[in-house]
Each structure stands twice: as structure tokens, then as C-alpha cells.
């Protein structure tokens, strides 16, 4: 345990009586339309609360998925990753810190916009009903942290991530095509595949997914 977690476990300790509740963030949340502007935020940290999110996307809240897609939404228009690593639901008085088992978001579909020209845009739509479309403020990275299992992302905001679902990544697949990438680039997508390099355009940027 690092000192900033042992610092952040006293902290949990000591304020888990007053630590807000769901109501009152859901309060600030219905303030906003769309995502809250989180990162201009810096309230005090008011400890963690039972609420997780798994990695298939499902909100759990003290052990009950959360049904109602309008409260994802709105827990998920005030939630931000930190420095630190950890997720927080903030608002500009508290900020809580939440459990996610790998993504905050998943990319549940994707339509191509202008596809097979220089112009082709990839816009993914998430598991809260939002999009984001594949780019240099929202870019595409595929990891393979087991050697073998591609883990694809596309960055929503915040230091929030989506994680590409496998049909979703499939099509995505499909739409790559050999490209010369530098040693750089790469080493970003070490897959040890038998395959060509291969990526995929995106508002005019280039996204390398590995050897496939």
C-alpha cells in the first residue's frame, strides 16, 4: 500500500459517517446537461462510498446494479479519474471516490462516417447513450497486457476511457489496413502476432491495432 493509498484508507475511515450520498450527488448532477465540467472542480475529498462500476459497464450501487439508465447517466456526467488512478464522482463541494473494475464506459457501437477516404471518422456510441468520435482529443489505443488478448480503448474525457466491446473491435478490425508504422508506434501495440501491422484513420489521424 502506497502512502497516498494508507492516506486515503484514513481518510475513508474517518469521514465514512459523512461521506455524501447518492441523493445528494444525483442533487448537483441534474444541474448539468450532458457531462459537468468536473476538471475546473477541486472540492475536498469526503471519502469513498459502495458504489461500483464492472467491467462490463453496469453501475453497482452497495451490491444492486443500477437499472435506470437516466441515473448512469447522470452519475456518469460527474465522474473523473485523477492523478492518483482512482475515480471520483465530483461535484464542486465533495468529491467521493468510486470502484471501476477496468473502463468507466463501454463502446457499445460504431458507425463510420466518410468510410475508406481520408476523411473517414469512427464514432462510437457508449454503453450511457453518449458518442465520441475517434480522434486527436479522443484517441484509440489497443493494448495486449496479456500477450495475446487485445484490450482496445477510446478516450472519452477526463481521464476516462470506453473499453471497445469485441463485436465492436471486430468491426473495427475489419475496417484496418496494413500501414508503415515507426518502431515508436509499435512498441505502443507490442502484439508478437504473425500478421501485418495494421490501423485505422480517424479524423485524419491514424490509430495502429496491433498485428492482426
Known amino acids: 500500500m502506497t502512502d497516498h493509498d494508507h492516506d486515503h484508507s484514513q481518510s475513508d475511515s474517518n ?29 475536498p475529498y469526503c471519502g469513498a462510498m459502495d458504489m461500483r462500476i464492472a467491467a462490463d459497464g453496469t453501475w453497482h450501487h452497495e451490491g444492486t446494479v443500477i ?4 441515473l448512469v447517466q447522470l452519475f456518469s456526467s460527474i465522474l473523473r479519474r485523477d492523478a492518483d488512478g482512482h475515480y471520483y464522482l465530483v461535484t464542486p ?16 457501437l460504431m458507425n463510420v462516417v466518410n468510410p475508406g477516404t481520408d476523411a473517414q471518422i469512427l464514432r462510437f ?24 488478448e487485445p484490450h482496445p480503448v477510446v478516450h472519452v474525457r477526463h481521464g476516462l476511457e470506453a473499453l471497445i466491446t469485441r463485436s465492436v473491435f471486430y468491426d473495427l478490425a475489419s ?30 489521424k491514424l490509430f495502429v491495432l496491433g498485428q492482426l
Do not use: M
Open 125 to 148: 456510441t457508449l454503453n450511457t447513450g453518449e458518442t465520441v468520435e475517434a480522434g486527436p482529443d479522443h484517441p484509440l489505443k489497443v493494448d495486449y497486457p496479456d500477450g495475446e
Open 93 to 108: 463541494a465533495e468529491k467521493v471516490r468510486i470502484q471501476v473494475d477496468d473502463c468507466p464506459f463501454t463502446a457499445v
Open 175 to 204: 475496417l484496418a489496413s496494413p500501414e508503415e508504422v515507426s518502431k515508436k508506434s509499435l512498441e505502443a501495440a507490442p502484439h508478437k502476432g504473425f500478421g501485418q501491422n495494421v490501423g485505422v484513420l480517424s479524423h485524419g
Open 67 to 70: 437499472q435506470r439508465q437516466t
Open 15 to 43: 469521514k465514512k459517517a459523512s461521506a455524501p450520498g447518492s441523493e445528494n450527488l444525483l442533487r448537483h448532477a441534474s444541474q448539468w446537461r450532458g457531462a459537468a465540467p468536473v476538471d475546473k472542480w477541486d472540492p
